[in-house]
């Protein structure tokens, strides 16, 4: 059996991931829109709802207006957009937060793909928040450097771009500085803080990859223990999961003269976390592909979760 999946948004750049990642599997058929037609919210609803699964990959408006096309209870929607991820009506689609997490993703009519900042902030913090470690109101900050492909087809031609002097895209660049960059809300709430996080997110010169950074002071956890055990303890949290895993402590060997490298999960739809620091002062770091376990992988490995199909088909 075939199952019939609907990429609205082909051509953008999470959708184009998508469409490779399935153009490699006989029990996926991939409809296609014409892309003179591919604004025509008549011929977008016929597709939605000829589909098994349809991703959105979208802008946060043109997403909800997908999901408002879908007018019967057999097609599922994955939404790769941010329009989502906090909708109570919707399942957040990160199965490794717990075993009911992929229950619940299994059994969804809809789900919401998570930010790739957030993805790598959530599986960082949430156990440590969950475990009673991390206290709810603790005052957390975290910085995160991405490739420029998370911006978009407009940022990759801005970086790709020939004939431009492109002096001053070669230094990493902060940006969202007015401290309300979109994925914080998910980040509040799938951790289960209190209140948002301070979050300044880096680009950089480079294409994909990403490293999200959360530093810890012992003296403000709950529990008071020193960085070496948060390794432990996180590495036993996440022991049976398949794309994630924690570094063994300091994880010396993995780095480059001590330099961190961001693209050390890329083309993967692995998170690699580490736990850097010492009795006192604790450093979390999550390596991810943003455009693969923070986008298309991802969206790929719920459709699997839902589907029924091994979990890793197209994706290793």
């Not at 709802?49 to 408002?68: G, K, M, T, V, Y």
């Not at 399942?91 to 009911?100: I, N, Q, V």
């Not at 509040?188 to 300044?200: A, D, E, H, I």
Request: aromatic content about 8%.
């Amino acid at each position: 059996m075939k199952y019939k999946v609907f990429v609205d948004g082909q051509e953008g750049t999470t959708g184009l991931e998508i469409n490779e990642r399935l153009s490699k599997r006989t029990d996926i058929e991939v409809l296609r829109i014409d892309p003179e037609r591919r604004k025509d919210p008549e011929e977008r609803r016929r597709f939605l709802n000829e589909a098994d699964i349809a991703f959105l990959c979208l802008p946060d408006a043109a997403s909800r207006e997908s999901a408002s096309l879908v007018t019967n209870n057999k097609t599922r929607i994955i939404d790769a957009s941010t329009a989502h991820r906090t909708d109570p009506d919707w399942t957040y689609g990160l199965p490794e937060l717990s075993r009911s997490q992929r229950a619940l993703i299994k059994d969804s009519p809809r789900v919401s793909v998570p930010g790739c900042h957030a993805t790598g902030f959530n599986l960082a913090l949430y156990p440590l928040v969950r475990e009673g470690i991390v206290p709810g109101d603790y005052p957390v900050t975290c910085q995160s450097i991405t490739g420029y492909s998370g911006g978009g087809k407009r940022l990759i031609e801005q970086y790709e771009a020939s004939d431009l002097n492109k002096q001053n895209l070669k230094s990493p660049r902060f940006y969202a500085l007015s401290l309300n960059h979109k994925h914080l809300p998910e980040m509040q709430k799938v951790s289960g803080l209190l209140y948002p996080p301070v979050f300044t997110p880096v680009v950089g010169e480079f294409y994909r990859g990403m490293a999200v950074a959360i530093p810890l002071i012992k003296r403000l956890l709950n529990k008071k223990i020193a960085a070496k055990e948060i390794a432990g303890l996180m590495a036993g949290y996440y022991a049976s999961e398949r794309f994630v895993s924690v570094m063994p402590f300091e994880s010396e060997k993995y780095l480059d003269n001590g330099f961190f490298d961001a693209t050390g999960c890329n083309n993967t739809n692995k998170v690699e976390i580490f736990v850097f620091g010492h009795s006192e002062q604790i450093l979390l770091v999550s390596q991810l592909d943003n455009l693969g376990k923070g986008a298309s992988g991802a969206a790929v490995q719920n459709m699997n979760i839902m589907l029924g199909i091994e979990e890793g088909t197209g994706l290793v």
